[in-house]
């Protein structure tokens, strides 16, 4: 159960994301329909996924499976009993680090996979779509500043990551996608991005989505050409822990 107090919350935060989305577009000409948000509610409650999907949210992000598997779960098995159709789709995006021993069950609700950084981890994620018989989109998280603890993978390796993607039949590569480091200037980082995934383009034209932008950035990413913004904070509000 969702109090009214907290739809108000979520349905003001996300008009006032919306708002932001569209005038970043407009300062730089973009087209708003090119820039997809997803609204990342790790941490938060099924209640809160549901209450945003009836406010109009399809692509929600996750980034750990153990949070994530049950959640997303209950969440289409409501949506299931109190609705129909293609209106009614979920699209979950998985965007955290990724082990190859959890890429299996990832493979059975994820619909878009934007972490991938390592070799055996994408190996593993379409073995896991094979036996759940699914394709899934899957990008290739790049580390702008060759830090690689935090995920992501060196630039250097991009190119590789992305062929091997490329190679899988039940994995779609769809492209690119960053954390802006912590201190760096967003829009030098994101400007980097950007011809990253131009480079990978150049060899895979379908892999057109740039994932980048999140609460505090993400005017600087749709700048720099971002067509995917994973957005938490500003629209769920603070990640206290989960009691
Ligand atoms: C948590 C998270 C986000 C959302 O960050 P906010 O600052 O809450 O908007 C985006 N991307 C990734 C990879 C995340 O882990």
């Known amino acids: 159960m969702t109090s009214a107090t907290r739809r108000d919350e979520l349905a003001r935060n996300l008009t006032a994301v919306r708002e932001r989305v569209a005038r970043a577009c407009d300062a730089v000409g973009s087209d708003p329909g090119e820039v997809h948000l997803i609204v990342v509610t790790k941490h938060f409650p099924a209640s809160d996924v549901l209450t945003l999907h009836e406010l109009g949210v399809r692509d929600i992000g996750e980034n750990r499976d153990q949070e994530a598997a049950g959640k997303v779960g209950e969440v289409r098995a409501a949506l299931r009993e109190h609705s129909s159709g293609v209106a009614d789709a979920l699209t979950v995006h ?87 480091p912590v201190g760096a200037d967003p829009a030098l980082c994101f400007a980097d991005l950007r011809d990253i995934a131009d480079g990978i383009r150049a060899s895979h034209p379908e892999a057109g989505w740039i994932s980048a932008g999140m609460s505090a950035d993400l005017e600087p990413a749709v700048a720099a050409g971002a067509t995917h913004l994973r957005v938490g904070t500003a629209i769920l509000g603070s990640r206290a822990p989960l009691l």
Request: charged share 30%.
């Open 94 to 180: 998985f965007i955290g680090q990724l082990q190859s021993n959890k890429a299996g069950r990832v493979a059975g609700y994820a619909d878009a996979v934007h972490s991938l950084d390592r070799a055996k981890v994408i190996d593993a994620l379409a073995r896991g779509a094979e036996s759940a018989d699914r394709v899934l989109d899957g990008l290739v998280q790049v580390s702008l500043d060759g830090d690689t603890s935090r995920g992501g993978a060196r630039r250097e390796e991009v190119s590789e990551l992305a062929d091997r993607i490329a190679a899988h039949h039940r994995l779609r590569l769809r492209g690119v996608m960053a954390v802006a």
